[in-house]
């Protein structure tokens, strides 16, 4: 699943280098977020989305990364 996959780059990517990332791979589009929501505390958002039958589905996760 492409949404975990983000997930879990960003996760070993650890506290400090996690970073937020977009794309395209095989027909689906891919958008991960991190963003601060308390000290020493950040959230992982990763999306996926892709067209089926005329019509756009998605599926989001949640993590989140602490610095210690």
């Known amino acids: 699943d492409i949404a975990q996959l983000q997930q879990e780059t960003a ?4 506290f400090t280098l996690a970073a937020a ?11 991960c977020s991190v963003d601060s929501v308390g000290v020493g505390l950040r959230q992982v958002t990763s999306t996926a989305s892709w067209t089926e ?3 756009t589905r998605s599926v989001r996760l ?3 990364l602490s610095a210690r």
């Open 21 to 31: 990332d977009s794309g395209v791979t095989g027909g689906f589009t891919w958008l």
């Open 62 to 64: 949640l993590d989140l």
């Open 53 to 55: 039958r005329g019509v």
């Open 11 to 14: 996760r070993s990517a650890g």
